[in-house]
């Protein structure tokens, strides 16, 4: 045998060594390469360590209909994910796959909670109505959580370790909510904001029949027009014993019933406590015309309802890249939108432990009286604007002792009016604030990171005419003048060796 070919053996009998090894390592050691930007599939140190917490094996159960995938693509991650949970915790969480057709048995999904959805799809030419789960049961002990319709990623890894914290400690966090407008109510105004708490808190209303604050780890104060002095003293109490409080706390009050009538809000109670806390709420409103949304009408559609857009709202403002990055609430913004927006004011000689999360931009202004609400009537919204032309601070934090706040200058803004203005990230926001007030800051780290902006950004026209010309310039000069000298280049180099 000649040494070429001892070669040839030493190095195919070396290679099949390596793969073998390989094989083995990636069976006994798990390893998964996650190169997106916000390692969305990958688990934060908070949920890689919450087996810690765990006395009892935890049990999880998907049940997937087969074919969701090809409806619902996202599903594809689901079980992925899961499988990062069981193996960063030591054996204490097991995952099981159900095929509910397996099952058979409708009471038993009815008894269990488990939700199915209806969905049409087209096989052959021919429409379908089929029946598909994705849904995920933990279980601890006797207890139980179900977690419907589950048919992407985004907000997976919050709920299932939100699931696992509230069954092993056998308790949820309470938010109160106090209604501090009389012609509005939690059960038809606010729907959408009680259905997004309810999904991982216990609500409790205080009003006149339940005034207390006992037990809250979070008050939501929406509104300040009919807030009474003791409405006041009961928020004053509930603060100064470490009661953290959210407070949307419009300046001017606007009714949509009544043609976008506007009056401000004076001699309010709640203005008052606030400024003692060192904000103050002005009674006018901030225009900034850099971005504002469009206002939609709902209209009756045969039976249904149809949206009628009017056009741009001055008075609707979207507020996405001028927060602060230094504040857990607003590192990772994804944006809120405000519908009537007043401008407050921070008095640090008051309280030096306040903060701005978010403003308005340069390009803002301040509607004083007379105040013109009217979105049909926009042209008349440059009366004044230049003598009070600035950035308007539009929302804040405050650390008070153990108390924590955050003031936003308007109660529309988790109301369900964001329909009307398609505002519904709004429900991140609120989502994240409370998770800092309730000084859940490890909740916000797998929360926030998701949310991520991926609105493109409108530019001025100086800034939009230097992208032209440098693309203008890169793709018709620079790369034609390098493709040139490249075959320049080449061409001289081949003539040399044809010389030669």
């Known amino acids: 045998m000649n040494r070429l070919k001892r070669h040839e053996i030493f190095l195919s009998i070396a290679g099949t060594a390596v793969f073998i090894i390989v094989m083995i390592y990636g069976y006994l050691f798990y390893f998964r390469l996650d190169i997106t930007d916000t390692k969305a599939y990958s688990l934060t140190k908070i949920s890689r360590s ?33 499988d990062e949970f069981v193996r960063a915790s030591g054996g204490k969480i097991s995952l099981k796959i159900v095929d509910p057709d397996s099952i058979g048995d409708e009471k038993y999904f009815e008894t269990e909670g488990i939700a199915s959805r209806q969905v049409r799809i087209v096989r052959d030419n021919k429409k379908f109505d089929l029946k598909v ?42 938010i109160g909510l106090l209604l501090g407008d009389k012609s509005r109510s939690f059960d038809k105004d606010y729907t959408m904001l009680t259905g997004t708490l309810s999904r991982d808190f216990d609500l409790v209303p205080v009003d006149s029949a339940n005034p207390s604050t006992i037990g809250l780890n979070v008050l939501l104060v929406m509104g300040s027009r ?9 928020i004053r109490g509930f603060i100064e014993k470490g009661g953290n409080v959210f407070f949307a706390a419009e300046g001017v009050s606007v009714d949509v019933h009544n043609n976008f009538s506007a009056e401000p809000v004076k001699d309010n109670p709640l203005l008052k406590l606030l400024a003692d806390y060192g904000v103050s709420v002005k009674n006018t409103l901030v225009i900034d015309p850099l971005e504002p ?75 004083r009286d007379p105040l013109t609400t009217d979105p049909f009537t926009t042209e008349q919204y440059g009366e004044g604007k230049g003598e009070t032309h600035s950035v308007y601070v539009l929302g804040v934090s405050i650390i008070k002792g153990n108390s924590r706040m955050i003031v936003v200058g ?41 949310n991520v902006n991926r609105r493109l950004d409108t530019l001025d026209m100086g800034r939009s005419l230097a992208v032209y010309n440098l693309s203008a310039f890169i793709n018709l000069v620079l790369i034609p003048v390098l ?16 010389e030669k």
């Open 293 to 367: 949304k469009d206002l939609r009408i709902p209209k009756p559609f045969y039976g249904d309802i149809a949206w009628k857009t009017i056009g741009p709202y001055p008075e609707w403002i979207s507020v996405r890249n001028t927060v602060s990055k230094d504040n857990p609430v607003t590192a990772h913004f994804a944006g809120v939108d405000l519908l009537w927006a007043s401008p407050l004011s921070l008095d640090k000689e008051k309280n030096d432990g306040s903060s701005v999360l978010f403003t308005s931009s340069t390009l803002a202004w301040e509607m």
């Open 483 to 498: 493709v040139l000298i490249v075959g320049f280049i080449k061409v001289r180099k081949k003539r040399k060796q044809n």
């Open 133 to 174: 789960y994705s849904t995920i049961t933990i279980s601890f002990l006797d207890r139980k959580k179900v977690i419907n319709f589950v048919y992407d990623i985004s907000s997976l890894e919050y709920q299932v370790v939100s699931a696992i914290r509230e069954l092993v400690q056998n308790r949820r966090r309470v």
């Open 226 to 234: 009919d807030i009474t002095i003791k409405d006041t003293n009961e």
């Open 50 to 82: 919450i087996s810690k917490d765990i006395p009892q094996p935890v049990r999880i159960t998907y049940y997937k209909t087969k074919g969701i995938d090809g409806i619902f693509p996202g599903t594809t991650d689901v079980i992925p994910l899961l």
């Open 410 to 450: 308007d109660s529309d803004f988790l109301s369900d009016l964001i329909t009307w203005s398609e505002s519904y990230k709004n429900m991140n926001f609120i989502l994240d604030s409370v998770d800092w007030l309730s000084q859940n800051e490890d909740f916000m780290e797998i929360r926030t990171r998701r």
